[in-house]
């Protein structure tokens, strides 16, 4: 069974402050990593596809970049509009459905 | 409309009667799906549907919960004989091909059980 574990669970930075979010992931043969954004009383929102080892990709101040276990979400310079739960999720192969983790609460104070 | 609709927002039942949730998916995706997230929890997935084909139920928790898409547009989750761990967000997605471009979910309905 496809397993999405992030940390931290939460993060405090103060603006400005850049740092990275992980997300471990265990799957029978990954078709694509995702991760989403998702704000208070809202569903998520799209940020990125990763698909192989060593691929990243950049959105403003956020870059994500894959390993085989892992992936991270590095935040440069966050503002406090970054504040949000990022969520990390699995795709595996044989299957359409996604596997998301629990997410890291990210705030960002002036 | 631009993005997914779900309906309604919020929605107060009493333990055992019966609820209906609504989405309109993105015109044109032909993938959708529906998760519940609750309070410490991740994305539980629910059931999917791709065009005319026979939905993958697997993530249904049990027969009290029920799913349809007709014309391959409006979806509708049934809960019968809700009860209080049923309460939390339910979550719509619709995809064009999630395998690129993920999905794109409504705001959810938030359903207390009381």
């Known amino acids: 069974e496809d397993q999405v574990t992030q940390s931290p669970e939460a993060l405090r930075l103060q603006e400005g402050e850049s740092s990275s979010l992980n997300c471990s992931y265990t799957v029978s043969g990954l078709r694509g990593l995702f991760w989403y954004r998702q704000d208070p009383g809202k569903g998520p929102e799209f940020l990125f596809t990763?698909?192989?080892a060593g691929e990243e990709k950049e959105k403003e101040r956020l870059k994500a970049t894959l390993t085989k276990k892992e992936s991270f979400l590095h935040i440069t310079a966050p503002k406090p509009e970054d504040s949000a739960t990022y969520l990390c999720?699995?795709?595996?192969?044989?299957?359409?459905?996604?596997?998301f983790g629990i997410g890291t609460k990210l705030q960002v104070i002036p | 409309g631009a993005g997914v609709s779900q309906s309604p927002s919020n929605k107060v039942t009493e333990k055992g009667k019966d609820v209906e949730l609504r989405c309109d998916p993105i015109?044109?995706?032909?993938?959708l799906y529906w998760y519940r997230q609750s309070l410490g929890q991740g994305l539980e997935f629910l059931i999917y549907?791709?065009?005319?084909?026979?939905?993958?139920k697997s993530g249904l928790p049990s027969d009290r919960f029920s799913a349809e898409r007709t014309g391959g547009s409006v979806s509708t989750l049934t809960i019968q004989r809700t009860q209080q761990e049923d309460s939390a967000v339910y979550l719509c997605?619709?995809?064009?091909?999630?395998?690129?471009?993920?999905?794109?979910f409504g705001s959810g309905t938030r359903l207390t059980v009381v």
């Open positions: 999720a699995v795709r595996s192969e044989g299957y359409q459905k996604v596997t």
């Open positions: 549907f791709q065009g005319n084909s026979a939905p993958d």
């Open positions: 997605a619709s995809s064009l091909d999630p395998g690129n471009y993920g999905y794109t």
């Open positions: 990763l698909y192989s």
């Open positions: 015109s044109g995706h032909t993938a």
